[in-house]
């Protein structure tokens, strides 16, 4: 470890991930049409930025588990002939751990009336007889209109489920005159009812207002639509990749989708189109009226709660019985712009899994990386007793910068130095404030933290950091993952579009009384994922650094903050790649 003095102020169960939806010609549909990119093939696919542990098709586009018989099924929209959206395909991937997969062919692809223009997101679920079936968004016209279809295994005595099979009685949902068809996809995985009713949510909007339709079935073939909604709310755009099930209020446990009672609560997630986030809350299903109801201090929309505050979209969970938990999993496309994506050959990576469980405050969720990723740590380096007094920056060597997991907690004497919170700043903008305060911006308690992929003299690096306010009674801790510093490449394309680098943030909801707090990042060649205090604060950057790859990268600790601040432990991985077949 290398330390320096203060001047260095650096000058995608099933599990398909959910269609994005932008605005093309006019009209509605799931995401940005190239027409003259979608079906352009990766000569030469470019390596440097692509993930060693993050799961990536070898090539072109992806978007997108069900357990099943000892197996996970990651089904995932994929683009067979380039590297932008469209020409969708659900790939289908297998696995026994979650880490090391083997790709298989399509699972489903355009070639039934119901979906000859798009076969889009959607779930699955286990029915009596351990029977598996998926329903997914079709498209019929070139108008977008989109419709409920099921697909069901050729062979269940296969124990990859190799090839699935579209009946002829599609679609099973279309919608009504009420509904808008150009918005009206992404159906859940359905749970069962006391009444002896399966249930499905579908993502949807009527102008401004988010829905999410609900449907009853008791043959899981003809559905009816309820004359309510589960839930709705005003202001927020088209609601997509819905999805809801029950949290246990008592347990670590994980829960089936279909299970309630006094001891559960319930999330509803959606994937907000205007916003390019998602948003969740905590509620209680009310199983006599069929409705969600969020509990009062959740807020709908885009001052609520996030699964990631950063790079997160199309998010899915999905329950694993073999180990009593559920498992949330989320796509990250990329930062760069379509042109780069092109040139290089690939877009879109699958983020690591990560398990869900409520924060025993009954306010929130904690996420973190499922178990088995720790598999595929290698060399570890240690640090303990470590302190960092204002503008000290210590190197972390010994591991692969590039490819590590680093867990670090840190302590402080005091938060007397705690910044004053300025009553002008909006306490739900958090990404804003860190671009105020960034990491060279010197504080009291804080910044401190990691500095990501950076190059040897920080012309590069992304930062992760934690800021401590006082606000009138408490204190706000605000996390950041600043990928604005994190490349010299301008990113610009030919047609004058940049590169999305901003600077991700999200406050914690953490007791300070111990004067202690931990962070994790999970690092890998151009991703960053943090989670902080333990994963109630989560944020992914997408990050594409010139200097700052493979033996080039660097790792460092740091403090920027007047309060001294003692790393009590640090350790650090280099990770190995898993055994992606056909990678």
Known sequence: MESSGSKFLWALP????????LFNNGVEASHKVYSHLQSLPAVNVREVHRTGYHFQPTQHWINGPMYYNGIYHLFYQYNPKGAVWGNIVWAHSV?????NWKRLDPAIYPSKPFDQYGCWSGSATILPGNKPIILYTGIIDKNNTQVQNYAVPANLSDPYLREWIKPD???LVVADESINKTAFRDPTTAWFGRDGHWRISLGGRRKHRGIAYLYRSRDFMHWVKAKHALHTAAGTGNWECPDFYPISVSSRNGLDTSAIGSDVKHVLKVSLDVTRYEYYTLGTYDTKRDRYIPDKDMIDGWNGLRYDYGNFYASKSFFDPSKNRRVLWGWANESDTTEIDVRKGWAGIQLIPRTIVLDPNGKQLIQWPVEELETLRGNLVKLSEKELVRGDLVEIKGITAAQADVEVSFSFDSLEKAEPFDP???RYDAQRLCGLKDSTVEGGLGPFGLVTLASEKLQEYTPVFFRVFKDQDRHLVLLCSDASRSTLADGTSKNGSAAY????AGFVDVDLSEKKISLRSLIDHSVVESFGAGGKTCITSRVYPTLAIYDNAHLFVFNN????????????WSMRKPVLMNR
Request: net charge negative.
């Open 14 to 21: 099933i599990f398909l991930l959910c269609s994005l939806t």
């Open 95 to 99: 696995s026994k751990d979650l880490i």
């Open 169 to 171: 009685n599609n679609p």
């Open 424 to 426: 002008t700043w909006d």
């Open 501 to 504: 680098r901003p600077s991700f």
């Open 561 to 572: 903050g007047t309060e001294p601040v003692k790393i009590d432990s640090l350790n650090a």
